[in-house]
């Protein structure tokens, strides 16, 4: 591990866990001010909906680009870059006067939370191994679950104080903490380890981990599971608000009790792994997964309670398949662990994008669609593992 000059070992480490939480933070935070955004920026609900669509779109795609470029230039300029990039475009969310300023920032929302979650991921393989990397992941994906639990709740408290911008401003500051943060940092990956080829062909380093099917069916089988949460985020507020008429605070409330539930899952995933293999531990997931979406379909309807009641066990799975997937996959890695890191959080978030666009389409009613979109993903991950044979 390269000595940090400014972090300590846990400063470290919640350093990386708060950039862990840029994604949730930068759309979970603002999901009660949808309809009051659609009025100020008289907008249709598709423009509305795009700024949630958008962030992820930009935020999976510089994954890929910034991954590689970390095993280029190293991760501290990447980071800070980042950082500054996701600041600026926050204050130009909160500062827009059109919809399509808005969407702009959250362009470079995207293009900034991304760079600094793949560098993130690549730190902690630089600078922890075995049994204390397995650690580290699973305390930054359990404490990750905060902002989650927290950015709902937060932006509905806003509300009563402030109009929709107070969320932005909000991660306007946050950003500023990051890239603060990010300045402090000693630079993780020596010099004679990066890559030294040209910076175009750095970009290219993505093929070779395309190339490897073992790499790549794992990471897609786990994938499949990434995008019934997203179908969810996408519905939530009109199953929550227009099906069983909560307020938005209320919504914010059930929205906070599903992410809290997911810091079970990271626990889980230690507990489980003292006793079961990785394909019995897959097989496991894969039960639960079914199991949930059929409550959805099924029960789920009889009310907010129910429906909470009927998504939490995927919620659970989702935490344990993270860190899971997260731990095969890196170490498959042995070189070029940035361009691996952008592998890892890019492919997850395309499915999830997709899982998004799936969720809003014309159901016959949200609820139903969410418990499909469960149960297909499922079914693929299965297949997907069978074409595997073993983990």
């Given at each position: 591990m390269v000595r940090q000059k400014y972090l300590s070992v846990p400063a470290l480490i919640a350093?990386?866990?708060?950039?862990?939480?840029?994604?949730?933070?930068?759309?979970?935070?603002?999901?009660?001010?949808?309809?009051?955004?659609?009025?100020?920026?008289?907008?249709?609900?598709?423009?509305?909906?795009?700024?949630?669509?958008?962030?992820?779109?930009?935020?999976?795609?510089?994954?890929?680009?910034?991954?590689?470029?970390?095993?280029?230039?190293?991760?501290?300029?990447?980071l800070i870059f980042g950082s500054a990039i996701y600041t600026l475009a926050s204050l130009t969310c909160a500062m827009s006067t059109d919809i399509y300023i808005m969407l702009a920032g959250r362009f470079f929302q995207g293009v900034g939370s991304g760079a600094v979650i793949t560098?993130?991921?690549a730190i902690i393989k630089d600078c922890f191994r075995g049994k204390?990397?397995?650690?580290?992941?699973?305390?930054?994906?359990?404490?990750?679950?905060?902002?989650?639990?927290a950015a709902p709740i937060i932006g509905g408290i806003l509300l009563n104080f402030t109009d929709w911008r107070g969320a932005f401003y909000l991660l306007t500051a946050i950003g500023t903490i990051n890239l603060i943060l990010s300045c402090l940092l000693t630079e993780?990956?020596?010099?004679?380890?990066?890559?030294?080829?040209a910076v175009f062909d750095a970009l290219f380093l993505i093929a070779q981990f395309v190339k490897?099917?073992?790499?790549?069916?794992?990471?897609?089988?786990?994938?499949?599971?990434?995008?019934?949460?997203?179908?969810?985020?996408?519905?939530?507020?009109?199953?929550?608000?227009?099906?069983?008429?909560?307020?938005?605070?209320?919504y914010s409330y059930f929205f906070a009790a599903n992410a809290a539930a997911s810091a079970l899952g990271p626990m889980i995933y230690l507990r489980l792994k003292k006793f079961l293999s990785n394909d019995n531990l897959i097989k496991f997931c894969f039960i639960v997964a079914g199991i949930s979406g059929a409550l959805v379909i099924l029960p789920g309807h009889l009310?907010?309670?129910?429906?909470?009641?009927?998504?939490?066990?995927?919620?659970?799975?989702?935490?344990?398949?993270?860190?899971?997937?997260?731990?095969?996959?890196?170490?498959?890695?042995k070189e070029n662990v940035g361009t691996a890191s952008s592998m890892i959080n890019f492919v997850p978030n395309l499915f999830g994008s997709v899982g998004?666009?799936?969720?809003?389409?014309?159901?016959f009613d949200f609820i139903s669609g969410l418990g499909i979109?469960?149960?297909?993903?499922?079914?693929?991950?299965?297949?997907?593992?069978r074409v595997l044979g073993k983990i």
């Open positions: 350093s990386i866990t708060f950039m862990n939480m840029y994604p949730p933070f930068s759309t979970d935070m603002y999901l009660p001010a949808l309809p009051e955004m659609g009025k100020f920026f008289v907008a249709s609900e598709f423009l509305i909906g795009l700024t949630l669509t958008i962030f992820f779109l930009m935020f999976a795609v510089s994954i890929v680009i910034f991954g590689p470029l970390s095993d280029k230039y190293g991760r501290r300029p990447i560098v993130a991921t204390l990397m397995t650690k580290i992941l699973v305390i930054t994906q359990a404490l990750g679950v905060i902002a989650p639990m993780t990956l020596p010099k004679e380890q990066r890559y030294s080829g490897q099917r073992q790499f790549m069916f794992i990471l897609i089988m786990f994938a499949f599971l990434s995008m019934p949460f997203m179908a969810y985020l996408s519905v939530s507020s009109f199953v929550y608000i227009e099906n069983f008429k909560l307020t938005a605070q209320e009310n907010a309670w129910a429906f909470l009641l009927s998504f939490l066990p995927f919620t659970v799975i989702g935490t344990v398949v993270r860190p899971f997937a997260m731990e095969i996959l890196l170490n498959r890695a998004m666009a799936l969720g809003t389409l014309p159901w979109i469960i149960l297909s993903a499922t079914v693929c991950s299965v297949l997907m593992y």
